[in-house]
């Protein structure tokens, strides 16, 4: 069964402050790996995916993401944060599949507070 | 830009009502889900529905629940007989393919069960 571990419960950075999210995954092949992110009151928005090719993909927002396979993990980073960045961030996995519909499996979130 | 919306925002109910939580996938979406949250949890996957039939669902998912494409437009999931545990944020979701599997959630509606 696949799994999605987010080690950090909570976050704090200063803004202007790099930041980095871990995720580490659990999948016996190769997964879709996403990052979400939730404001609070609002739904769960895409930052960024992957599915194949370059490990390192860039999203909105500024953010991005590498795939390292060896470590199984999938970490989000972004060089420089902005108080707008404050939100629930929610690493998940997908299957590959074609012609039904896949669930995504969460981890259980990284709340990121940025100081002014 | 096109975006899946629910209603009601928050619903409250008493323990042992049905309800009824609607949404409305973006409009050449084909595949659709619901998922819950019970606060300070994980999203757990519910159920996926595509060509008028249920295409996975989980182990929460038991006979309380079902799922309706009554129309063309709304995708509901209604709870039968409702348990205090039901409380939950519950996001409905949908996808254009499964080819990259990209998710498009609601807002949620909170189900507050007393």
């Known amino acids: 069964a696949q799994s999605v571990t987010q080690p950090d419960i909570h976050i704090t950075v200063s803004e202007g402050a790099s930041l980095e999210l871990r995720c580490n995954y659990s999948?016996?092949?190769?997964?879709?790996l996403f990052w979400y992110v939730q404001s609070p009151g609002q739904g769960l928005q895409l930052l960024l995916k992957?599915?194949?090719?370059?490990?390192l993909v860039q999203g909105i927002k500024g953010f991005e993401a590498e795939f390292k396979r060896s470590q199984s993990s999938f970490n989000l980073r972004k060089p420089s944060v902005h108080w707008s960045d404050a939100a629930e961030y929610f690493c998940?996995?997908?299957?590959?599949?074609?012609?039904?519909?896949?669930?995504?499996?969460f981890g259980s979130g990284t709340q990121l507070t940025v100081l002014p | 830009e096109p975006e899946v919306t629910q209603t009601p925002s928050h619903q409250v109910t008493q323990m042992g009502q049905e309800v009824i939580l609607r949404c409305v996938p973006i409009?050449?979406?084909?595949?659709f889900y619901w998922y819950r949250q019970i606060l300070g949890q994980k999203v757990e996957f519910l159920v996926s529905?595509?060509?008028?039939?249920?295409?996975?669902k989980s182990e929460i998912f038991d006979d309380q629940f079902s799922v309706e494409r009554p129309d063309g437009s709304n995708f509901t999931l209604k709870i039968r007989s409702t348990k205090l545990e039901d409380s939950a944020m519950y996001f409905c979701?949908?996808?254009?393919?499964?080819?990259?599997?990209?998710?498009?959630f609601g807002p949620g509606t909170r189900l507050t069960v007393l």
């Open positions: 992957y599915f194949s090719g370059d490990t």
């Open positions: 409009s050449n979406h084909l595949y």
């Open positions: 529905f595509y060509n008028n039939e249920i295409s996975e």
């Open positions: 999948y016996g092949a190769t997964p879709y």
């Open positions: 979701a949908s996808s254009l393919s499964t080819w990259d599997n990209e998710q498009f």
């Open positions: 998940a996995v997908g299957p590959f599949s074609s012609g039904s519909a896949r669930q995504l499996t």
